[in-house]
């Protein structure tokens, strides 16, 4: 078990209970404690000392079956983006990490409108976790490991039929832990976002993504009274022709849909 040290302090002081003595850490340095049983799961319970301010902490040990992610924010997290500090500390410590690795980095952060979860920003691009180098990351809950495993066997599994299909492509996910303020939240999924660099899409002249808001039907092309949002480009580069892929998607049959031939959406003969 490791003690995350908190960030912006001068001086960092640690005790486990009331009768120990303080014990003074430098900034860079990690407090270890040891426990007899390795299996066991919990939040242990310290005191805290920063800048002669004494805080009750129960949640500022981490387990290191899981990476954690780390994040300061100054003022509460709303859907407006606000400035943080993110500090990751993974289960490996490879040399070739070390460019993110327990290495304070700048972003901002919101909460997601659609569902919960929050938006990381991070100011310059990371390859986290041996994701993809982006600066743009989702947090999203998980209700048990069990569940965060499922999630990210799944996405794994449909990211390996790129090779036979090289339209198969999502998102990575790793699972982590994840820290607010020094508040544990819980178990989350750490995910690369659904956007023009999952796609390598490099411009917004021959190149659209929208999702739909509502997926009512039992398989694809199955959408109708769904509402569409175009997610790139962004919508002041916005035109008609989501309105004609939409119509596309809705109206032609499920024989013209699956053809090689008239089930692909052209600009040009649409």
């Given at each position: 078990f490791e003690?995350i040290?908190?960030?912006?302090?001068?001086?960092?002081?640690?005790k486990?209970?009331?009768k120990?003595d303080w014990?003074?850490?430098?900034r860079t340095?990690?407090f270890v404690?040891?426990?007899?049983?390795?299996?066991l799961?919990g939040?242990?319970?310290i005191?805290l000392?920063?800048?002669n301010?004494?805080?009750?902490?129960?949640?500022?040990?981490?387990?290191?079956d899981?990476?954690?992610?780390?994040i300061?924010?100054?003022?509460g997290?709303?859907?407006?983006s606000?400035k943080?500090?993110?500090?990751i500390y993974?289960v490996?410590?490879d040399?070739?990490?070390?460019s993110?690795a327990?290495r304070?980095?700048?972003?901002?952060?919101?909460?997601?409108?659609s569902?919960n979860?929050y938006i990381?920003?991070?100011?310059?691009?990371e390859?986290?976790?041996?994701m993809?180098e982006?600066?743009?990351?989702l947090?999203l809950?998980?209700k048990?490991?069990?569940?965060?495993?499922?999630?990210?066997?799944?996405?794994?599994?449909?990211?390996?039929?790129?090779?036979?299909?090289?339209?198969c492509k999502?998102?990575h996910?790793?699972?982590?832990?994840l820290?607010?303020?020094?508040q544990?939240?819980g178990?989350?999924?750490?995910?690369?976002r659904m956007?023009?660099?999952?796609?390598?899409?490099?411009?917004?002249l021959?190149?659209?993504?929208?999702?739909s808001?509502?997926?009512?039907g039992?398989?694809?092309?199955k959408?109708?009274n769904?509402?569409w949002?175009q997610i790139?480009?962004?919508?002041e580069d916005?035109?008609e022709y989501p309105?004609l892929?939409?119509?596309?998607?809705?109206?032609?049959?499920d024989k013209?849909?699956f053809?090689?031939?008239?089930?692909?959406?052209?600009?040009?003969?649409?």
């Amino acid at each position: 078990f490791e003690c995350i040290i908190p960030i912006g302090t001068k001086e960092v002081w640690v005790k486990l209970d009331e009768k120990t003595d303080w014990i003074q850490l430098d900034r860079t340095e990690s407090f270890v404690l040891t426990s007899k049983n390795p299996n066991l799961i919990g939040v242990f319970k310290i005191f805290l000392r920063c800048d002669n301010l004494i805080l009750d902490f129960t949640t500022t040990i981490y387990k290191q079956d899981l990476p954690t992610v780390m994040i300061y924010c100054s003022s509460g997290i709303t859907t407006r983006s606000e400035k943080c500090t993110t500090i990751i500390y993974p289960v490996s410590y490879d040399p070739s990490q070390d460019s993110w690795a327990k290495r304070e980095m700048s972003a901002t952060i919101r909460a997601r409108n659609s569902s919960n979860g929050y938006i990381l920003e991070l100011v310059n691009n990371e390859k986290l976790l041996n994701m993809r180098e982006d600066d743009d990351w989702l947090l999203l809950p998980s209700k048990d490991i069990a569940s965060a495993l499922r999630t990210k066997f799944a996405l794994d599994t449909y990211n390996s039929l790129n090779e036979l299909d090289p339209l198969c492509k999502i998102s990575h996910a790793e699972p982590i832990d994840l820290y607010l303020n020094y508040q544990y939240m819980g178990l989350y999924l750490l995910v690369e976002r659904m956007d023009r660099k999952l796609f390598d899409l490099k411009d917004n002249l021959d190149s659209m993504i929208f999702k739909s808001e509502d997926w009512k039907g039992d398989f694809y092309p199955k959408t109708s009274n769904n509402r569409w949002e175009q997610i790139f480009p962004i919508d002041e580069d916005y035109n008609e022709y989501p309105l004609l892929l939409e119509s596309f998607v809705q109206t032609v049959t499920d024989k013209e849909f699956f053809d090689d031939q008239s089930g692909i959406f052209s600009k040009t003969n649409r």
